[in-house]
């Protein structure tokens, strides 16, 4: 009995990190309608950047908030500086798909760059609070304070971006740019900088999933990191499985990802959780292809 809710536990908690990496990639998909590849490497450099803010404020929660102050930054810098002149310059045959491949390279430059100027070492991020679980009746659970942490990030993050989404003239902005982007502008609505803004939230939902997938994970810090190329490849199967149009089915996606596979993990075998993942997101294709929590689109005439 304690295995399987320490099994519920390891999953609710690592679906919890998957879930911001799918935020940060539904919020980009809704403002622009682009897949963002590229938010690992984001999600890498502003972790890179709390690591340093660590060693100088010798804080972890500041470092947090600079990371994703820092990162909504990086990401603003991308959008205006790259992904604006592309869309703009993007007339081709391929016009759908090029600021897709655009962001795979973009993810590549990042993690090269990272790796002249940061070297190849590993660093280490360590929890700011313990990562031991909590004992109850003699029995020490899978739930740490940290853990805890993150799960209450998830969920604080989840209601704040789906309140301003719904309840502002913000989300609506930031939907019609991402629909419509021509009759926004006839509305008075300056896409680009929505755009840019979509972008900016993206990255602190990215820098968060970062500084707090590592510590959370083996804490170990490096250009070649493999958690943060799983991180991007299960947050973006969470996201597709939620349904790329819904904030809450990111989450949802996430945490049924994470149950799952701490369910293969702990019961069948590790070495099938990649494939697992990806069955789960044909088997829910398959049943619901707009995604757990999508709206089938409405038939045009």
Partial sequence: MFTFIDTLL?????????????????????????????QAGQALLSTYIGYECMGRFHSFWIALALAMILGA???????????????????????????IIATLGLLGIIRG??????????????PPLSNVGFTISGHTFALSPFKLVILSAVLIMMILLSLIFTKTNIG???????????????????????RTLGWAIAGA????????????????????????SLL???GFIA??????????????????????????????NATLLFMTAFVLLIVVLLVRPQGIMGKKAGRRA
């Fill in 10 to 38: 390891i999953g609710l908690t690592s679906g919890a990190v998957y879930s911001l990496m799918a935020i940060a990639l539904v919020l980009v998909w809704r403002s622009t309608r682009v897949v963002n590849f590229a």
């Fill in 73 to 99: 930054g990086v990401s603003a810098l991308i959008e205006m500086l790259f992904m604006r002149t592309l869309f703009k310059r993007n007339t081709g045959p391929i016009a759908g798909v090029a600021p």
């Fill in 113 to 126: 760059g990272i790796g002249i100027f940061m070297g190849g070492k590993e660093t280490i991020i360590r």
């Fill in 172 to 194: 609506l902005a930031l939907r019609a740019s991402a629909y419509a982007p021509e009759i926004a502008r006839l509305a008075g609505v300056k896409v680009d900088a929505i």
């Fill in 205 to 228: 939902a990215g820098a968060a999933a970062g500084m707090l997938q590592t510590p959370n994970g083996t804490g170990a810090l490096s250009p070649d990191s493999l958690e943060f």
């Fill in 232 to 234: 991007l490849v299960f």
């Fill in 239 to 268: 996201a597709v499985i939620g349904g790329l149009e819904s904030l809450v089915g990111a989450v949802i996606g996430g945490l049924l990802l994470g149950l799952v596979l701490a369910i293969v993990l702990m019961y069948v």
